[in-house]
């Protein structure tokens, strides 16, 4: 429904050698999802075809196969990649610019689609088939949504090991000497989360027109088990106007956030953001961003502030492995100048397909942040860096073939080593997590 967030999808999946196609050594595989495909058996001829794409990405049929079952199991993503991948290897193919164009027709990406049947009837087909993308570009006149709604609910389970981020010493060098830490906070407790998060997308898109109106709502909920007082109530959203010209897609969302800590209201913030995505080609895609947001503590007024960051990232697909790389600066202006801090944030993820289905990630994150003014009860500014290293598995247990629905299973284990000049702010914590995921 989103021509760049599709794009950024290709471009994830995509990166293969320009050639000709090699042969399948595995041909009972080939020719058993061609013969589950003749028979009407979509679901199992992209299961065997999707597995052997995986070998052998540059083989036509293969290719030709994998779109087509895709497409008639409405994973229309899929599709789009598989028919993309014989354009490069064949780029004449005129055909399949047509099945590319059933499939962004499928995604709602009207205009996409019509650009692709647009760049057929250039080359003069036959009249039968002039006639046929005449039929099809006319129905979807009539049949174009103008509005899209889509979301996500995901409902977990998390173990984590120290919910106060206690400090790993028990003993705290001040200005007026050694503290003895005490209170539940000073100990390393584990507590188990139970969490709801729910999101909501709505776009709004005229037709014939590069303009949209882009909503996205987020409700999340965190209950614990043993400690209450860190039960987390959150919502938010973003609204705001969006320009997709060919490549690039220019976004500005106005924001609001609010967050309650426990029983008490602990932040309410607005602002907006604005963002730039750019297609260089269907294996490297890039993004910049700019976020402010007035922020208000209302137990903490001292920690009122404006904060203003950048967020770039970038998005690439090479030897079966897609890569994401990611960095973003900040800057909070407190009333309380002990408050205001400097924050540099690069992290790398990178995750490809597993055996059964599976899909595996890897990421690394590290913070360094840097606070004005000397903390309270401490000579120096403080100085903080965190590591965060994790591991996640993700399969697909269920999808819908009359509509986009899916469920999936996913577990998550993350590692946050927290470094700082000031002993009260050194921990380490360990989270694993467990979630089912309900796309729609």
């Keep these: 429904m989103k021509p760049i967030i599709i794009s950024v999808l290709i471009c994830l999946h995509c990166c293969y050698a320009l050639g000709a196609s090699p042969p399948v050594s595995k041909e009972n595989d080939l020719s058993k999802g061609i013969e589950f495909f003749k028979s009407g058996q979509f679901e199992q001829s ?15 049929e293969l290719n030709f196969y994998l779109g087509r079952s895709a497409f008639e199991t409405k994973n229309y993503e899929m599709a789009i990649m598989a028919f993309e991948r014989i354009l490069i290897i064949s780029p ?20 996409i689609a019509r650009k692709y049947c647009n760049e057929v009837l250039m080359t003069n087909p036959p009249d039968t088939v002039r006639n046929n993308i005449q039929k099809f570009l006319t129905y979807m006149e009539k049949t174009e949504k103008t509005h ?4 996500r609910l995901i409902m977990g389970v998390e173990l984590n090991n120290n919910v106060w981020a206690s ?57 614990y088990n043993d400690i209450s007082a860190l039960d987390i109530l959150y919502f938010g959203g973003l609204t705001g106007p969006e320009l997709i010209l060919d490549k690039n897609k220019f976004g500005l969302r106005f924001l609001f956030n609010q967050i309650d800590l426990g029983d008490i209201r602990y932040m309410n913030s607005v602002g907006f953001t604005t963002k730039f995505d750019h297609v260089f080609n269907s294996f490297f895609t890039t993004g910049a961003g700019l976020k402010y947001e007035k922020k208000k503590f209302e137990a ?53 397909k597993l055996p059964f289905g599976l899909t595996g990630s890897i990421y690394y994150k590290t913070l360094f942040s840097r606070y004005d003014d000397p903390a309270t009860l401490f000579n120096k500014d403080r100085k903080d860096q ?34 700082s000049n000031i002993d009260l702010y050194e921990y380490n914590m360990n989270l694993l997590q467990l979630s089912l995921i309900y796309n729609f």
């Design 148 to 151: 899209f709604l889509s979301g």
């Design 300 to 352: 903490v007024p001292q920690r009122d502030s404006n904060n203003l960051s950048l967020t770039f990232n970038m998005n690439f697909y090479f030897k079966n492995n897609w890569f994401n790389l990611g960095f973003t600066a900040e800057n909070e202006n407190a009333t309380d100048n002990e408050f205001s801090y400097q924050k540099y944030i690069p992290g790398v993820s990178i995750s490809r």
């Design 167 to 223: 400090p790993s010493a028990d003993k705290i060098k001040t200005i007026i000497g050694d503290v003895i830490l005490t209170g539940p906070s000073s100990i390393k407790t584990r507590d188990w989360i139970y969490n709801t998060n729910l999101e909501l997308n709505h776009s709004y898109q005229p037709f014939f027109s590069n303009y949209a109106w882009k909503t996205n709502v987020i409700a999340y909920n965190a209950i």
């Design 386 to 419: 965190q590591n965060f290293i994790g591991a996640s598995l993700e399969k697909k247990i269920w999808h819908s073939l009359k509509s986009n629905q899916s469920v999936l299973f996913h577990l998550n284990y993350q590692h946050t080593r927290s470094y």
């Design 92 to 111: 004449h193919e005129h055909r399949i610019r047509l099945e590319i164009a059933r499939a962004f027709q499928k995604l709602g990406a009207y205009n």
């Design 46 to 60: 992209y299961e065997i075809l999707l597995e052997a794409i995986e070998h052998y990405p540059q083989n036509i």
